[in-house]
Structure formats: structure tokens, C-alpha cells
């Protein structure tokens, strides 16, 4: 047998060895599907079958393009894989190649999501509207026409029934007009534009469908409708189509991803082969269990089930905590526990539903010295300076950019004032010129003579760097760029929050080196597109420390512990997918993708309180794990007779529910752990936390903290002890400017001063 398919499974064999013909793997989370790929595209080279550049395989991240091309290189000593890219990135080489057909220059810009929300804001003042939710409403239809593949026409005849729909339409319409007027697609239009390119033009049409004799589509069921046409026209000639995803996986329907293009993938070619990978190589068997208990409730699905040989493993652990203190306190002993025994932090995550979950787990994980990074919300490329730096290189690189122009004109400050800049742009349409080209012939503007002076200047600067762009190496350019513009200065406020910015723009000369040094001899162009394609799709970084993250952040990513957080109706699933049986299955899918992310440990915790967005609930048990619970080996009762009574935050009534089906007498909401040991499962530890409530008392912890003792912590400085109570397990202690704080004795990194 081939060394290849030695190492593969009989359910990988066999879909690596079909070569021909459209091919629908169905792959269970941790099947080695990106095995089985790289596998195929061995196999498809060993046998002749096709050169390396006849063969086009897309993802849809570039840190999966990169393993794809690893691996590769691995198996075969193959390493120029031009072709594995993610789809943006295809139809940006599809796009700079046949940019003349497509209708604009080469250099095109790539505008982000901030870009694309500064012009649409720009198109809707420039029609004087001023309602808040219209310019809300244009964003959110904007994107779903490119989605869908509509223009401004199309778009307002399917949707004639939409509020102001008229006046959205408009702002699109003048939103495109922007996007053409300064050379730049924003991310949808790569798609879309690609697309209707390969309609449009038998020529280009016929050339590329020639050229992929073999077509590998990772992630199927991410793709959206345009993306799939995309893939089918390229597909056409040799009909040789190799799709891996999983339907149990589809949770980004929110950005328009069609899961129908998965379930329906025989319909659209009847001959296709289908194939199941069920065999896992990542979790416990105990893990699987609950994966598949939750997925069995999905009726949009193909069905299959997990299996592994590799344990049983450890039971996953339900948890209920009074409120979210408690939740995060329970996190925060585990790990600690975990990490004295010889674990990593970087083993574990908390996922949630929602990023506005992490603030509990940043004070407390603050409080017990557990290092922590939140993902999910503010990237680095979408950072203020960041943006400054690409908008100059965007302006370098495509002198029609506008938006990068305006953006950077008064950064450093150049005293460039906001008339000024309308005297620009007033100019500039009358010309049918850019916003640069407004600096440029500056001796034409009405303006002062000093001001003139000030836009020759940053004129004569932009210029010198679009020189200097023809034969510098892009990471000296780049160097050039933030030295002789100054840019370090906008920055350097003597502030923490500047100093901050300041590493961010050494971390990132640092980064360009690293590219620089894989790509000696790539141009700001090439820079460009890898920059702002990676932006939206930023790899989790490396390091020990805890993640902290939504789960959609941690899509095919996996760690050997995993806590999901907030399994609570209204939070997971979200209250929006309530009435609508189609998002609660996307939910569901959302559930199975966070609980097939653990390798050996798993705990589902939730609060019977919470507070969010301004005011503290009540909460009822997640449907999922009421779903689960037989699983879990937990009778919980969804109803919460109980509420609070004012300020007191008493419970009040005869009894509480606390999700077990269990009855107990009307409480504090901040009684000890030891008051409401019944509602939780056992800890394998001493822990005992406190939320508050108890007396003080004088009594020691462990025998090493007395009150009245100095102490000092490495976040919050020096304080005194002036309470211990759980009987030794618990501290308050006051800090100097930091107030009080409640820490568990037993983990605290507290030094006595």
C-alpha cells in the first residue's frame, strides 16, 4: 500500500483515493480532515494525476492554508502551493490578473470593515440624512445584497418591502460610487466582483476552469451563495470537485453562509460520492457522548456519530453558582489547581456565547495571578495606529484611495482643517480627480497660502514614498514610511495608553521583518493583500495563558480543558433564536462546536443571577443543558419561582429551585459555598469560597494569615487583612487605593509584607 494511505484510516481512505468526480466528505470535528486533504492532493501528484498548479485547494483561514502547505511540503518536499490559499485570497489573484476584464487597476485597495464603514457613513451624510437607524439599516442591507449577489436594482426590487429601503438604496448605490471613484473592493465585492467576472467572461471563464483540473473546498459548509457559485463555475470543466465540511459545524449563518449548500450538495451534482469521517481523534468518549446527545436534537443535518478509542475519560461536570462571580471563582480554582499540578495555562479556555461574559473572569483571574487574553473582540490590524500605518501604505501603493488619504492627511497632526479637506473633495469631483491629487495641485484650491504650503508638503512626502515603493524592500519602506512622516509623535503622549501604542507599532515593524524574511522579494502590493486579508481572519496568538473567548473565535481550534460559560436561556441559546427554529438550530450547532473544542476535561457551568447590560436577573438553565441532562446525570427543573425583594437582594418565598429539581429555603444570594453544596457537583479540592455575607472573624487561614497582617498582591499592591472567614478560606483585604477585595486564601499570591 502507498506510505501515504498508510497512515490513514479506512474512513479517510477512501475519499483520498476517489479522485474523480464531485466528492462530499462529511467530517465530524477531530476526524483529521486536514489529513485527509493534504492526503488527496499527495496522492493526486504521486499518480500524475495533475501538476501542483492545476490544483486549487481553499480554506478559510490562512493559518489552515499554511498547514495545508506544510504538510505538504512534509509528505512530498512540494512547497509552491500558490493555489491553497483562502477564497478572498484566490479572488484577489483572480482579480490583480485579470483586473482589466473586471473592469478597474490593478492596484486596487482593499478596504476592511472599518474602511467599508467610514464610506458608507460618508455616501449617507453626503444625502444630509440623519436617522441613526437608517445609517444601522444601510450597513446591515449593504452587506447582505453583496452576500447575495445583488446590486442597488436588484437588491430594491426583492427587497420592496423593507423600511426606507429607497433611502438605503441610494446609500449603496453612492457607497459603490465611492468604492470605484478611489480604486478600492471592500471584502464582499473580491467575492462578488470575482464572480461576476467568471459570468461575464467566456475568455477568463474558460482559461481557469482549464487550468483546476482538481478543486479541494475546505470548511464547505462556511461558504455563502456567492462563494458557492464562485466554486461551481470554476469547477465546470473537469466536474473533479473535492468538498470537506461538516453541517454539525455551521454557525456562521449570521454572515450569509448557506448550509443548504452542504445538505444539498448531491441535488446540485447527482453523481457525487459521499463519504463520513466519524472517527475522532481529539476528546474522551465521554466527551462525545454529550457532543452527540446535543446534535441528535438538529433536524437540518445528514447524521453521524462520534466515536474515539481513546477513553472513556473523565465525566464532563455541570456547575451552578449563585451568580457570576461565583462562576468565574469555580474557573479560577480548577485552573490554579490544574497548574500546581504540573499543567499549562494555555491548556485551558473559557468559552461564551457573548464577549460581554469575560469581565467576571478578568477580576477574578486578575485577583488570583492567572494569566489571561481575551479574543474575540479587538484585533490587531483594526488598531488605531495600525489602521494609520496601512493607510499610508494603501495611499503609496493606490494614489486614487481617498479614504486612506483623508485618513492619514492629519496624522501627525499638519494643521489640515476640515474645510480644507471639503475644498479638497469639492476639487477633486469637479476633476475627476483623487483626494491626493487635491493635495497635489494645491496651487488651485481656495485656500490660505500657509495651508497650501501644508498640503504641498505632505504631497512631496507621499511621493517621495511612492518612489521609494519601486525598489525598496517593502519592510524598509515601511520603516521610511513611519520615520519621515513622523507618525511615532501622534502617539507619543507620555501616557500608559500611548506607550501602549508605541509597542503596538514595534510590534508590528517586527512582524514585517518576520514577512519580509519568508518573502524577501515580495512588493507592497503582494504586503497588502496578505495584510488585509489576514486582518479578518487573525490566528489566535501563542503563549501560556488562559483564553478567554467567544466560541466563535475558537472554530478548529482545541485545548486540553474547556469551561463554557453562561448556559443560560437568553445567553446560549441567544434570546434572538427564540422564535425562529431554523437560528435555534444554528445555536445548537454552536453548543456541539464549543464542547468538541475539550480534549480531556469539560465543565458547563452557569448562574442563577446575573448581571448584564445594566441590571441583575434572574436566570433560568440553558435549554441545551436541560438537553444534556441525562447525559450529565442531573434532573434540572427550567422554572425559578424565586426573585428578588428590593435592595436587600433577599430571596423571597417558601422555597428556591435550583436547577436540580431540589427545594431549599429562601437564602441570600450571597450565602457560602458551603450553604449551597447541593446544588453543585463535588470539587476534588478544599475549596470553599465566600461571596460575601459572613462575619468577620480572627481566625487564621491555613495557619499563615492573621487580621490586621500587611500583604502584598502583584496586581493590587500592599493591603491589610481585615477579615477571614469560611472558616480560614477566605480574605478581605483592604488595598491601598484599590479598595476591598475577597480573595480565596488558598490561591491568592499574596506575599506577607
Known amino acids: ?153 436588484e437588491y430594491a426590487r426583492k427587497f420592496k418591502g423593507e423600511r426606507d429601503i429607497k433611502d438605503i438604496v441610494q446609500i449603496y448605490e453612492r457607497y459603490n460610487a465611492h468604492l ?21 467572461d467566456k475568455e477568463t471563464l474558460d482559461y481557469l476552469s482549464d487550468k483546476f483540473k482538481y478543486i479541494l473546498v475546505d470548511e464547505f459548509q462556511d461558504t455563502n451563495y456567492v462563494q458557492y457559485n464562485i466554486i461551481k463555475l470554476l469547477a465546470s470543466k473537469h466536474g473533479n470537485l473535492f468538498a470537506v465540511g461538516d453541517d454539525d459545524q455551521s454557525i456562521y449563518g449570521w454572515r450569509g453562509a448557506e448550509l443548504d449548500n452542504i445538505l444539498n450538495f448531491d441535488i446540485d451534482f447527482p453523481q457525487a460520492k459521499i463519504f463520513k469521517l466519524e472517527r475522532n481523534y481529539r476528546s474522551t468518549d465521554s466527551i462525545l457522548k454529550l457532543a452527540n446527545c446535543i446534535i441528535k436534537n438538529n433536524v437540518s443535518r445528514r447524521g453521524k456519530t462520534l466515536w474515539t478509542e481513546k477513553g472513556e475519560g473523565d465525566k464532563p461536570v455541570y456547575y451552578q453558582a449563585e451568580e457570576e462571580k461565583g462562576e468565574a471563582l469555580y474557573a479560577a480554582r480548577i485552573i490554579s489547581n490544574g497548574v500546581a499540578s504540573g499543567k499549562k495555562y494555555s491548556g485551558y479556555a473559557v468559552l461564551m456565547r457573548i464577549n460581554a461574559l469575560t469581565r467576571s473572569y478578568e477580576q477574578e483571574f486578575a485577583k488570583y495571578g492567572i494569566p489571561y487574553k481575551v479574543f474575540g473582540g479587538f484585533k490587531f490590524f483594526e488598531r488605531k495606529e495600525i489602521k494609520d500605518i496601512l493607510a499610508y501604505l494603501r495611499l503609496v501603493s493606490n494614489p486614487f484611495d481617498s479614504e486612506a488619504a483623508e485618513r492619514i492627511i492629519n496624522v501627525p497632526k499638519r494643521g489640515i482643517g476640515g474645510k480644507t479637506i471639503e475644498a479638497m473633495y469639492a476639487y477633486a469631483q469637479s476633476s475627476g480627480l483623487s483626494l491626493y491629487d487635491s493635495a497635489v495641485d494645491c496651487e488651485y484650491l481656495p485656500v490660505s497660502r500657509g495651508t497650501k504650503d501644508k498640503l504641498k508638503d505632505f504631497s512631496e512626502l507621499i511621493k517621495g514614498f511612492i518612489y521609494s515603493a519601486q525598489d525598496m524592500p517593502v519592510n524598509e519602506l515601511i520603516k521610511q514610511v513611519i520615520d519621515l512622516s513622523n507618525l511615532r509623535s501622534a502617539y507619543d503622549d507620555g501616557t500608559d495608553e500611548g506607550d501602549g501604542k508605541l509597542a503596538n507599532i514595534d510590534e508590528y515593524i517586527a512582524s514585517v ?50 469551561f463554557i460559560c453562561g448556559l443560560e436561556d437568553g445567553i446560549m441559546p441567544s434570546s434572538r433564536s427564540e422564535q425562529d427554529g431554523r437560528s435555534t438550530e444554528e445555536e445548537r450547532r454552536l453548543m456541539y462546536v464549543a464542547i468538541t473544542r475539550a480534549r480531556n476535561n469539560l465543565y458547563l457551568t452557569r448562574s442563577k443571577s446575573r448581571y448584564l447590560y445594566g441590571h441583575r436577573e434572574l436566570t433560568t438553565p440553558s435549554r441545551f443543558i436541560r438537553e444534556l441532562a441525562p447525559e450529565l446525570g442531573v434532573s434540572v427543573n427550567e422554572r425559578t419561582p424565586y426573585y428578588y425583594a428590593g435592595e436587600g437582594r433577599k430571596y423571597v418565598g417558601a422555597y428556591h429551585d435550583n436547577g436540580y429539581g431540589e427545594r431549599s429555603g429562601g437564602k441570600s444570594i450571597y450565602s457560602s459555598l458551603d450553604d ?54 477566605v480574605l478581605n483585604v483592604a488595598f491601598d487605593g484599590q479598595g476591598i477585595k475577597e480573595l480565596s486564601a488558598s490561591i491568592a499570591p499574596l506575599k506577607i509584607v
Not at 486579508?533 to 485545548?559: C, M, N, R
Not at 463535588?682 to 497582617?709: C, E, H, R, T, W
Open 676 to 729: 449551597v453544596q447541593s446544588d453543585i457537583p463535588a470539587i476534588k479540592s478544599s475549596f470553599k469560597p465566600s461571596f460575601g455575607g459572613l462575619q468577620p472573624s480572627a481566625k487564621k487561614a491555613d495557619g499563615k494569615y492573621n487580621v490586621g497582617m500587611r500583604v502584598m498582591h502583584p496586581k493590587f499592591g500592599v493591603g491589610m487583612i481585615i477579615a477571614i472567614k469560611n472558616n480560614g478560606a
Open 180 to 200: 470605484r471613484a478611489n480604486n478600492a473592493l471592500d471584502f464582499d465585492d473580491l467575492l462578488l466582483e470575482t464572480l461576476r467576472l467568471l459570468r461575464r
Open 1 to 153: 500500500m502507498d506510505e501515504l494511505l498508510e497512515k490513514l484510516n479506512e474512513e479517510q481512505i477512501k475519499p483520498v483515493c476517489q479522485t474523480e468526480g464531485a466528492v462530499l466528505v462529511l467530517a465530524g470535528a477531530g476526524s483529521g480532515k486536514t489529513r485527509v486533504l493534504t492526503s488527496r492532493i499527495a496522492y493526486i501528484l504521486r499518480q500524475g494525476k495533475a501538476n501542483l498548479s492545476q490544483i486549487l485547494a481553499i480554506t478559510f483561514t490562512n493559518k489552515a492554508a499554511g498547514e495545508m502547505k506544510e504538510r505538504l511540503l512534509n509528505m512530498l518536499g512540494e512547497n509552491d502551493a500558490k493555489w491553497f490559499c483562502t477564497i478572498h485570497s484566490m479572488c484577489v489573484k483572480i482579480l490583480r490578473q485579470f483586473s482589466g476584464r473586471a473592469g478597474f487597476a490593478s492596484n486596487f485597495s482593499i478596504y476592511s470593515e472599518t474602511e467599508r464603514a467610514n464610506v458608507i457613513k460618508k455616501a449617507y451624510q453626503e444625502l444630509d440624512f440623519d436617522d441613526e437607524k437608517l445609517l444601522k439599516g444601510a450597513k446591515y442591507h449593504i452587506a447582505n445584497a453583496k452576500m447575495q449577489g445583488f446590486d442597488p436594482d
Open 513 to 562: 521583518d518576520d514577512y519580509c524574511k519568508l518573502n524577501p522579494r515580495a512588493t507592497l502590493d503582494e504586503y497588502l493583500n496578505q495584510v488585509s486579508l489576514a486582518s479578518d481572519t487573525d490566528a489566535l496568538e501563542s503563549g501560556d495563558f488562559v483564553t478567554l473567548a467567544t466560541i466563535h473565535a475558537v472554530k478548529g481550534l482545541e485545548f486540553n480543558e474547556v
